[in-house]
């Protein structure tokens, strides 16, 4: 490894992108062309320098990698600081992965003020990945908070019908968990003295005052991930964003939420984490079964794939919480998984809106006459919602789930409701959809994907299969600083977890 | 011994061809790879069969990790046990003639790739269910099933009403999933592991172990045993969790031979006899997997007497011989079990392609009352029902004879209440069977032919392609039950290891011993179940008409199979939509949106609007306002001033 700050050129690269873009000069039609083709490089070349990180990263330690240091504010103790472990990483390079296939599959469908769209993606790219990579609490609120104005003007501007309603909804929701979260920043840096996450990291707070930060930590990430009930901004903001915005939400933003819980909220407030759990656990159950029934009963595609999307987030947090291995891993990796899969899902739901523009369910059906290999791709990534073994779904979710009956059977019983429901309303759309015969006019037409979108949804497809038989490489990442993490909950006296960790078998029996 | 892995393989490597380059190589050449990889598949299926179950040769075959984290360590592994084995050729050779029998019956339809690549897709999933080491891959199997079942129920994607049964198919199986699921949890949690051996060779120290399940203490064994069980109903179409299967029936007839007659149906009765080391030691899921398995084996073979659909009878027929296997099992004759699983997957693949035989000579007609009077047209056709029909009615000496006769002495020999109840349902069951068999049979090629003349013109024999695979059933559903009687006897270790039975549970053993009268009253109510169909149906035509207005309410609950549909529909389908829709409009528009956003923004709009009010321009207003303050302010001063 050189001393090459890597991680601060992943950072900013998009913003050299930025740059190039606002140089572009020309009619109207070049520019687009332009700044689409910039766009798309700048995001290609990040992605592959995130590969490096992975290629790099060295799975045998917790500590953070690529450490960036650089003091801003010596005398506060705020400085600039960069550095991922093995929970980020992931999530910075489904960003970097993300990015690339949401230009592409903006190519056709945003006509209108291309440039500014394109930098929009950039600048928003550059302060995701900053969120993922920020080691320092005022440089990552101001990533953190700043990704909403792009996401913002993306609804706002190139948006459906309802835009503004939906991003003044999706703003407002956030900002009130910001103010909060700002708040409980801000104590913090008065507690301890400073705003630097790894020291934070080993920084006690009295319980009394943990409680407190947890609830404020918590009103921000709730709101992020969503958790039932702070989840009604998502379906609106999803309906109207365009496919990319959609993709971006589904795919990257939601997971912030879990990083907050997973990066803050456990290993910083574990006290308050273990009295929150039943907390947590009611309102991710009652969100598994809610969504579940309410996607049942939509009639546009994105909202049904949006409501799904908050039922996946129950299993996230049920696993973050409870505060094992596989819990834990699994959330993560149902959160990587849901960040494929929904991302798929909603670029499927743009391909035929690109050809038709309607998401009304009922406007289609019988599309596998005319598109075989949609149906196909549609196919894997239906299955890998439901879970399905052999997909990467199942292998989160199946985690998750033993982590749970471990800490509670009732938890881990009524989550499995959710598989039976995903089902149902998955291949309902699925059948509504594709299936039956094709009698609509404006269908009977309607073209297969093209080479562009077979080059959208190929590496997808791998992934979501890849994770779900051969998952090994990315658990073998995710192992020590998970084990680090659950370490760190457990320093803090009076957690109910410990016991259930490490039992032996005989013991158990003995006991009973 | 890695080449045990091919008959495992090569049914994929058919799949992946023929679905990814079927539009390039043409019906022809799909039909080329997949037959023809099954046919080797076949074959190495009974070297493994030879060297496995004959030779005890029994082999674990290491492919790679599939997911590690604490103590949860999954391999995809294959095992080649004796259970393994049976399985294995049972599904390979019944997969095979199917597949060779589906290049005739899917002749005509212009998506024969996609068939075959489902067919071949289907088996490799039913292999990789039968050769599972742990749960996690049973379950990978288990689901993989599910799914092509699913693709291949709703194949015919135009009709609504199979795309209705695929879907409700993979939902109400989801159901039994929930249970499997569970039950994996369960056995995780306490065995701290999901690999077959260490659980098996765990299971005796658990014995009076507790779990604590839902805020109650169980017996840990006897609730992973149910859970698990729950997942086999489903997958088995057992009594409450049956309503699929008949509905299964939209799919194309070759599907409903291989997946809900022959193997995947049967992946239930597999699992508990697989599961067998788990299941002796929890006497109460025992009980449990009798219970039901009595109750379905009648409650099918009740509906069964009056459906119409010639494929329906045939399913309700399936479900109720799966009950038998259950029953089996549930009195610890697992061998038996899989002996009528064996026995039943080739007359009972017969039957169904038979059907499919007479339904391609009636023009796609699937109603038995629309048929009659053809057996002189399709005399092969006719003759292979029969050798189903006898072997299903377990008449001597045809295969199903053997396998029924055991399991029904099994199930006296327990000496248990429940083994009694089980005995006596099935001896009425095997009435029941033998009955509709040969409705199915005199309604279909007897009598009167009730078709439109166009139809009756038309009657043909189907062409070689498809009788030939239907004599080899054919051959199967005679000779099997006598070659595998090996598999229930007491002086042959057939099964090895794979299987375990506590010597306290020796219903198979006693079942030799048993009085005449029980091992002759089997084929004896299979004679007067011919006889009292002979009465129905040739002699006396009318009768069946006059009972079933005689006694209308008894005849409409079993026409409309117990009404469980339309119970299901109220309970689940619409309380869910009723749910969904109500959590939506109400739950997220009046109550969260209300209360959250929108209404802050409500409130805060109104509040402004009143705000605005207060400037109304007038100098005299803001003068009293003033004036207000100022008193105020003083009154304040004076009093806390002070």
């Not at chain 1, 309102?283 to 949006?306: E, G």
Request: aromatic content about 14%; some cysteine; glycine content about 8%.
């Amino acid at each position: 490894m050189t001393d090459w700050p890597i991680l601060s050129t992943v950072t900013f690269l998009p913003l050299v992108g930025v740059f190039f873009i606002l140089l572009i000069r020309g009619d109207e039609r070049q520019i687009a062309a332009n700044s689409r083709h910039v766009a798309l490089w700048t995001s290609v070349v990040t992605f592959a320098l995130s590969i490096v990180l992975i290629a790099d990263f060295d799975t045998t330690t917790a500590e953070f990698q690529f450490v960036e240091f650089v003091p801003w504010l010596p005398e506060h103790n705020i400085g600039y600081h960069l550095g991922v472990d093995g929970i980020s990483i992931f999530f910075l390079i489904l960003t970097t992965f993300l990015i690339p296939l949401c230009i592409l599959a903006s190519w056709e469908a945003i006509a209108t003020r291309v440039r500014e769209f394109m930098i929009a993606f950039l600048v928003m790219e550059t302060l995701i990945v900053g969120v993922f990579c920020s080691l320092d609490f005022v440089m990552f609120y101001i990533f953190f908070e700043g990704q909403l104005i792009p996401m913002f003007l993306i609804i706002g501007i190139w948006g459906g019908a309802r835009r503004v309603y939906s991003a003044f909804k999706f703003f407002l929701y956030t900002l009130v968990g910001s103010v909060l979260f700002l708040l409980a920043i801000l104590f913090m840096y008065l507690d301890a003295g400073t705003t630097d996450i790894p020291m934070l990291l080993v920084h006690e707070f009295a319980p009394a005052i943990q409680t407190w930060l947890w609830l404020a930590l918590f009103a921000s990430f709730a709101v992020k991930l969503p958790m039932w009930p702070f989840h009604t901004w998502l379906p609106d903001a999803h309906v109207e964003a365009p496919t990319a915005g959609s993709v971006i939400l589904a795919g990257i933003l939601l997971k912030m939420g879990g990083y907050g819980f997973l990066r803050f909220s456990l290993p910083m407030l574990p006290e308050a984490s273990a009295f929150f759990v039943p907390f947590i656990y009611s309102l991710s159950v009652v969100a598994i079964i809610y969504t579940s029934l309410v996607a049942l009963m939509q009639q546009d595609m994105k909202k049904l794939i949006a409501y799904s999307s908050v039922a996946h987030m129950g299993i996230v947090t049920i696993g973050i919480f409870t505060f094992t291995g596989q819990g834990i891993e699994g959330g993560i990796i149902q959160m990587l998984s849901h960040g494929i899969v929904s991302a798929a899902l909603f670029l499927c739901v743009g391909v035929v809106y690109d050809r038709t523009h309607t998401r009304e369910i009922a406007d289609y059906g019988g599309l596998v006459h005319r598109m075989p290999m949609y149906a196909f791709v549609l196919m894997v990534f239906t299955l890998a919602a439901i879970g399905l073994p052999g997909t990467s779904g199942f292998v989160g979710e199946f985690m998750v789930l033993v982590g749970a009956f471990q800490s509670n059977t009732w938890v881990a019983m009524l989550a499995l409701t959710g598989v039976i429901l995903g089902a149902a309303y998955m291949l309902w759309l699925y059948r509504r959809v594709i299936f039956g015969d094709l009698t609509k006019e404006n269908l009977k037409s309607i073209t297969d994907l093209n080479w562009r979108e077979v080059g959208i949804f190929a590496p997808l497809v791998s992934l979501a299969l890849v994770l779900g038989l051969y998952p090994e490489p990315f658990l073998d990442v995710l192992h020590v600083s998970v084990e680090n993490l659950i370490a760190q909950t457990n320093g803090a006296p009076g957690l109910p977890i410990a016991e259930t960790e490490s039992v032996p078998v005989p013991t158990l029996a003995a006991l009973n | 011994m890695l080449y045990y892995a091919a008959p495992i393989f090569l049914p994929l490597f058919g799949a992946v061809i023929a679905g990814l380059f079927g539009r390039v190589i043409g019906a022809r050449g799909a039909q080329l790879v997949t037959c023809g990889a099954m046919g080797v598949a076949a074959v190495m299926a009974i070297v493994v069969f030879t060297e496995v179950v004959l030779q005890g040769e029994t082999a674990t075959i290491v492919l790679f990790d599939w997911f590690a984290s604490g103590d949860l360590d999954v391999d995809w592994l294959l095992r080649f046990d004796e259970l393994t084995g049976v399985m294995v050729f049972v599904v390979c050779v019944v997969s095979f003639l199917i597949h060779v029998y589906s290049i005739g019956y899917m002749a005509h339809d212009p998506h024969v790739p996609r068939f075959f690549a489902y067919l071949s897709l289907f088996t490799f999933f039913m292999l990789a269910l039968v050769s599972a080491d742990n749960f996690l891959q049973m379950f990978f199997g288990w689901e993989g099933v599910g799914l092509v079942s699913y693709l291949l129920i709703g194949f015919w994607y135009k009709r609504p009403s199979a795309n209705a049964a695929a879907i409700k198919a993979f939902i109400v199986n989801r159901v039994g999933d929930f249970g499997f699921a569970l039950g994996i949890l369960a056995i995780f949690l306490m065995f701290d592991t999901v690999s077959f051996d260490a659980v098996f060779s765990g299971a005796p120290g658990m014995v009076d172990a507790e779990v604590t399940f839902l805020g109650h203490s169980f017996d840990f064994l006897e609730v992973a045993c149910i859970l698990l069980f729950v997942g086999a109903m489903g997958k088995s179409a057992q009594f409450l969790l049956h309503t699929w299967l008949p509905d299964a029936m939209e799919g194309p007839t070759p599907v409903s031979a291989l997946i809900h007659a022959a193997t995947m149906v049967t992946a239930g009765v597999f699992m508990v006899a697989r599961l067998s080391p788990i299941f002796e030691y929890a006497p109460i899921a025992l009980s449990v997997v009798t219970f039901f398995g009595a109750t379905t084996a009648i409650f099918a073979a009740t509906i069964a007497i009056t459906q119409n659909d010639i494929k329906r009878v045939i399913a309700y027929s399936t479900c109720s011989q799966l009950g038998y296997m259950f029953f089996a099992c549930g009195v610890s004759a697992y061998g038996a079990g899989i002996f009528h699983l064996t026995t039943h997957a080739f007359f009972k693949a017969l039957l169904f392609l038979g059907a499919g035989a007479v339904i391609h000579a009636m023009s796609d007609e699937q109603d038995m009352r629309k048929m009659g009077g053809i057996w002189r047209m399709i005399p092969v056709t006719y003759v292979l029902m029969w050798i189903g029909n006898l072997a299903l009615a377990g008449i001597f000496p045809f295969s199903g004879f053997f396998s029924k006769d055991i399991i029904l002495e099994s199930a006296f020999a327990s000496h248990t209440g429940l083994g009694m109840y089980a005995f006596g349902l099935g001896i009425l069951a095997a009435f029941l069977t033998a009955f509709y068999s040969w409705r199915l049979l005199f309604l279909t090629f007897h009598g009167k032919p009730r078709a439109d003349e166009r139809v009756m013109a038309h009657v043909h024999e189907a062409p070689p392609v498809m009788w030939v695979p239907l004599v080899g059933l054919a051959i199967g559903a005679v000779v099997i039950g006598y070659l595998m009687l090996p598999m229930v006897a007491t002086d042959i270790d057939f099964w090895g290891t794979s299987i375990l039975v506590l010597p306290i549970h020796n219903a198979l053993e006693e079942a030799h011993h048993v009085d005449f009268w029980v091992k002759a009253l089997p084929m004896a109510v299979g004679v007067l179940g011919i006889g009292g169909a002979f009465l129905f149906y040739v002699l006396k035509p009318e009768l069946p008409g006059q009972l079933a207005t005689r006694a209308r309410p008894v005849y409409l609950f079993l026409l409309n199979k117990w009404y469980f549909d339309e119970l299901y529909d109220i309970l689940f389908v619409r309380s869910a939509k009723y749910l969904g829709r109500n959590l939506w409009r109400q739950g997220d528009g009046a109550v969260i949106d209300g209360i959250g956003p929108d209404g802050i923004a409500a409130a805060t709009l109104s509040v402004a609007r009143r705000a605005v009010r207060l400037q109304s321009g007038y100098v005299y207003h803001y003068a009293f306002a003033m004036l207000l303050g100022l008193a105020a302010i003083v009154t304040w001063y004076l009093i806390a001033g002070r």
